[in-house]
């Protein structure tokens, strides 16, 4: 009769934990794939070490970067500040796929896209509007803008992926450039990307807690638009409070920790929805000509980790156009127009200047 019992036992524990498990195995989220995501501002600028504030070198500091960005094995980047060392990036990042060199400082906008997915529809779009020529940011002499290029995550499964860089300073005017450059790209999402699933990534230099928060939840949030940082690190909620921040980071600045200026937007779409599995904000560091340990970008870059689940629809349809490669010739008489423009906005403020009603001042 024990041995009956003890068997009876038997069945019902293997049976019941038989259960538990297969129930512990469909509560478990499973997605086709995963993408990692790597969106950094990498401080391209080509100033020499010995004008530098922390003596780096520029070669230095995108060799480090390059390798860092590496160690993460991603499967895109979006990059911000990429002019004069753009070829570095093409020969050292480990992607199959890299957009097109776009032009160094003061010609190009900076930015570029890197993927293990094959990468079409290239495009590079200019803000309509800027704040500053010779002081608040001064970014009327810096051409910045967004672009957009097309993945294909699977057989005819696509996704748009936008990179931006927004004005930089946080003076009236500035702050409504921002505003009207959001408003120009989500009019262009709307029109050109339409339902395809979309992921924005960049320099948005406007965060939660200080600069243009509502701003961000309206034009973003509230359009289906969800934020890495926000699902990940803030358990979904998009009103952060900053003292509070400060305190469970214990970090007087949120600069490189948390609600930072730089973020990763997602939306699902024809095909294909994700979910946010991991956020990080991570410093890369060099070595400065005086043999020190510095940061190589003022920016800490974002790796995040995207699942995504394939819902069955298929973009048979469209054609995608692979990216053109730019000339020099494209190049130089981009440099010469961009130069002709630049020359009339600086004269337009010289009397300004002189009389001094107004002083240079340039803020990243």
Not at 87 to 108: H, P, R
Not at 216 to 224: I, N
Not at 342 to 355: D, Q, V
């Amino acid at each position: 009769m024990k041995k009956i019992i003890s068997l009876l036992l038997s069945v019902i524990f293997v049976f019941s934990f038989s259960v538990f498990a297969f129930a512990e195995q469909d509560d478990a989220p499973a997605f086709d794939g995963t993408i990692k995501f790597v969106d950094f501002n990498v401080d391209g600028l080509p100033i020499p070490a010995q004008f530098a504030k922390d003596k780096k070198s520029p070669i230095a500091s995108a060799k480090s970067i390059i390798e860092f960005i590496n160690s993460f094995d991603p499967d895109i980047v979006n990059m911000q500040e990429n002019f004069n060392l753009y070829k570095m990036y093409q020969k050292g990042l480990a992607a199959e796929y890299i957009s097109e060199y776009n032009g160094g400082i003061a010609v190009g906008d900076g930015l570029g896209t890197a993927s293990k997915f094959a990468m079409t529809d290239v495009k590079h779009i200019p803000w309509d509007t800027a704040c500053g020529i010779l002081d608040r940011g001064s970014d009327e002499l810096t051409p910045k803008g967004f672009m957009v290029s097309t993945l294909q995550i699977a057989d005819g499964v696509y996704i748009d992926v936008y990179n931006l860089h927004a004005d930089a300073n946080e003076d009236e005017g500035s702050l409504q450039a921002k505003v009207e450059q959001f408003d120009q790209l989500k009019a262009f999402i709307d029109e050109y990307s339409g339902d395809r699933a979309v992921i924005i990534a960049g320099d948005f230099n406007s965060n939660y807690t200080i600069v243009l928060g509502d701003t961000l939840r309206e034009k973003f949030v509230a359009d289906g638009f969800k934020d890495t940082w926000v699902e990940c690190e803030n358990d979904g909620d998009y009103y952060p409070n900053y003292g509070e921040l400060a305190q469970r980071y214990n970090q007087p600045s949120y600069w490189g920790y948390f609600d930072c200026l730089d973020k990763i937007y997602y939306r699902d779409g024809a095909g294909i929805s994700f979910e946010a599995l991991s956020h990080e904000y991570v410093f890369c560091f060099t070595q400065s000509e005086t043999g020190e340990q510095v940061r190589a970008s003022d920016h800490a870059a974002i790796v995040s980790e995207l699942g995504y689940t394939l819902t069955g629809e298929k973009d048979v349809d469209s054609v995608h156009v692979p990216e053109a490669k730019i000339t020099f010739f494209d190049l130089v008489k981009k440099a010469l127009v961009t130069m002709s423009h630049t020359l009339k906005l600086i004269f337009s403020e010289l009397p300004a200047l002189i009389s001094g009603e107004m002083e240079i001042g340039w803020n990243k």
